[in-house]
């Protein structure tokens, strides 16, 4: 069964995809009662007729094929993968195919009684009654596609008016009223369809916009790194995965050196260009997927680097620190040349308990690197 929310969940790439998504699901939840429908109206039909004796064949031949397509319509269930266009189209052929035959039993039911009973009879309305509620409850329940639904309602009811214009003149007075339902009917079609139009606009919307404030509870608004927020989440769950697994992860700290210079010396926009500046480097350094570049304060870094040895992080810290010396800002007429402390070492499972002692470990040595005279790279040792 598709559950509504968990698609709105998976957000769909984009909102006619999500229409489509949604509109399977609607489909076959809104298709499974209607043979069930079709078949108490054939019973009730069939009960105050006494056609279980008169016409027993008819009866059980109907009341079979209904119970056919209940069966039918609840199992066709739709296609695991909703973003295969092929098989939910053909999923989605051979439903309304289900749906339609439905309607055309029911016609032939209802042709059948108005034939037999030749007159406006009580049985008759009963049957009569019975179609308006079908053609009503189709236009409600499949406006998603209204080409289908408008099917659904001439096939339940043309087919046997058009016989008993022909052949059963007393009926022509009902047939006459069914036909300026009919007209009541199309519009009403088209309007429920943009209704489920306008609904799915809201819904995608809303997916849309939960998508970005999303984006933006783990983004950093000036570099567009992740934000300190994304990192915690991110470390955590890496450390205590590779806690579990006892795999290889490192961590990387870096602090701009002398960054209040940059802003006294050249202006706060200049200071805002470089922290701009070094994400970019930073990203292009660290392309690996999985690895994660983070602003964690104003001037400080962090990059996590899952399935990294301690050697491997040092090499890459020592390759960021030259990225930033041999790549001072263009600003101005100038170069703002910009170096970096950096904290750096794999998480030590036989000493760190915790994310926070990994990180607490590596800031010590970016502030070693700091007092050490800066721009350079400081592999962590064990806590003092
Ligand atoms: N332009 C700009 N500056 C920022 C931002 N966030 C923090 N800063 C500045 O970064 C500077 C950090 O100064 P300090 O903590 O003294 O560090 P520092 O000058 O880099 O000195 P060391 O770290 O000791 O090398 C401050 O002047 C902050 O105003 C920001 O988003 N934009």
Redesign the pocket.
């Given at each position: 069964m598709i559950d509504i929310h968990a698609l709105m969940e998976r957000a769909p790439a984009d909102r006619a995809q999500y229409r489509w998504q949604r509109t399977i699901g609607d489909f076959y939840q809104r298709a499974l009662a209607g043979s069930v429908f079709y078949a108490l109206g054939c019973l009730v039909t069939a009960w105050f007729g006494g056609y279980f004796s008169r016409y027993p064949a008819l009866v059980a031949a109907v009341l079979l094929l209904f119970a056919l397509l209940t069966y039918l319509r609840r199992t066709h269930r739709p296609p695991q993968d909703l973003n295969d266009r092929l098989a939910t189209k053909a999923w989605w052929t051979r439903h309304w195919w289900m749906v339609h035959g439905g309607s055309i039993v029911w016609c032939g039911f209802f042709a059948a009684v108005g034939v037999i009973e030749a007159g406006p009879s009580l049985v008759f309305s009963i049957a009569a009654l019975c179609t308006i509620a079908y053609t009503s409850a189709a236009c409600e329940v499949y406006s998603f596609d209204r080409k289908q639904a408008l099917l659904v309602v001439v096939l339940i009811q043309l087919p046997a008016m058009a016989l008993f214009l022909v052949e059963v003149p007393p009926l022509r007075a009902l047939v006459i009223v069914l036909a300026v339902y009919f007209v009541y009917q199309l519009a009403h079609i088209r309007r429920r369809g943009r209704e489920y139009d306008a609904q799915v606009d809201v819904e995608y919307a809303l997916i849309t916009s939960r998508a970005e404030v999303q984006r933006l509870s783990q983004q950093d608004a000036?570099t567009g790194l992740a934000n300190r927020r994304e990192y915690e989440t991110t470390f955590g769950s890496h450390w205590h995965a590779a806690a579990r697994q006892r795999t290889a992860l490192a961590l990387i700290v870096m602090?701009?050196?002398?960054?209040?210079?940059?802003?006294?010396t050249h202006g706060?926009?200049?200071?805002?260009a470089?922290?701009r500046h070094v994400a970019v480097l930073m990203q292009e350094r660290f392309r690996r997927g999985g690895d994660l570049v983070a602003r964690i304060?104003?001037?400080e870094f962090a990059v996590v680097l899952p399935d990294t040895s301690a050697e491997e992080a040092v090499a890459m810290a020592q390759a960021l620190r030259d990225d930033l010396v041999n790549h001072p800002l263009p600003w101005e007429s100038h170069a703002i040349d910009m170096t970096a402390?950096i904290g750096v070492d794999a998480i030590r499972w036989d000493i760190d308990t915790s994310p926070q002692d990994s990180y607490r470990r590596i800031d010590d040595a970016c502030y070693a690197a700091?007092g050490n005279g800066?721009n350079q790279v400081v592999q962590a040792g064990p806590s003092p």
């Amino acid at each position: 069964m598709i559950d509504i929310h968990a698609l709105m969940e998976r957000a769909p790439a984009d909102r006619a995809q999500y229409r489509w998504q949604r509109t399977i699901g609607d489909f076959y939840q809104r298709a499974l009662a209607g043979s069930v429908f079709y078949a108490l109206g054939c019973l009730v039909t069939a009960w105050f007729g006494g056609y279980f004796s008169r016409y027993p064949a008819l009866v059980a031949a109907v009341l079979l094929l209904f119970a056919l397509l209940t069966y039918l319509r609840r199992t066709h269930r739709p296609p695991q993968d909703l973003n295969d266009r092929l098989a939910t189209k053909a999923w989605w052929t051979r439903h309304w195919w289900m749906v339609h035959g439905g309607s055309i039993v029911w016609c032939g039911f209802f042709a059948a009684v108005g034939v037999i009973e030749a007159g406006p009879s009580l049985v008759f309305s009963i049957a009569a009654l019975c179609t308006i509620a079908y053609t009503s409850a189709a236009c409600e329940v499949y406006s998603f596609d209204r080409k289908q639904a408008l099917l659904v309602v001439v096939l339940i009811q043309l087919p046997a008016m058009a016989l008993f214009l022909v052949e059963v003149p007393p009926l022509r007075a009902l047939v006459i009223v069914l036909a300026v339902y009919f007209v009541y009917q199309l519009a009403h079609i088209r309007r429920r369809g943009r209704e489920y139009d306008a609904q799915v606009d809201v819904e995608y919307a809303l997916i849309t916009s939960r998508a970005e404030v999303q984006r933006l509870s783990q983004q950093d608004a000036l570099t567009g790194l992740a934000n300190r927020r994304e990192y915690e989440t991110t470390f955590g769950s890496h450390w205590h995965a590779a806690a579990r697994q006892r795999t290889a992860l490192a961590l990387i700290v870096m602090d701009l050196d002398h960054f209040k210079r940059v802003n006294d010396t050249h202006g706060h926009s200049a200071g805002d260009a470089c922290l701009r500046h070094v994400a970019v480097l930073m990203q292009e350094r660290f392309r690996r997927g999985g690895d994660l570049v983070a602003r964690i304060g104003g001037e400080e870094f962090a990059v996590v680097l899952p399935d990294t040895s301690a050697e491997e992080a040092v090499a890459m810290a020592q390759a960021l620190r030259d990225d930033l010396v041999n790549h001072p800002l263009p600003w101005e007429s100038h170069a703002i040349d910009m170096t970096a402390s950096i904290g750096v070492d794999a998480i030590r499972w036989d000493i760190d308990t915790s994310p926070q002692d990994s990180y607490r470990r590596i800031d010590d040595a970016c502030y070693a690197a700091k007092g050490n005279g800066r721009n350079q790279v400081v592999q962590a040792g064990p806590s003092p």
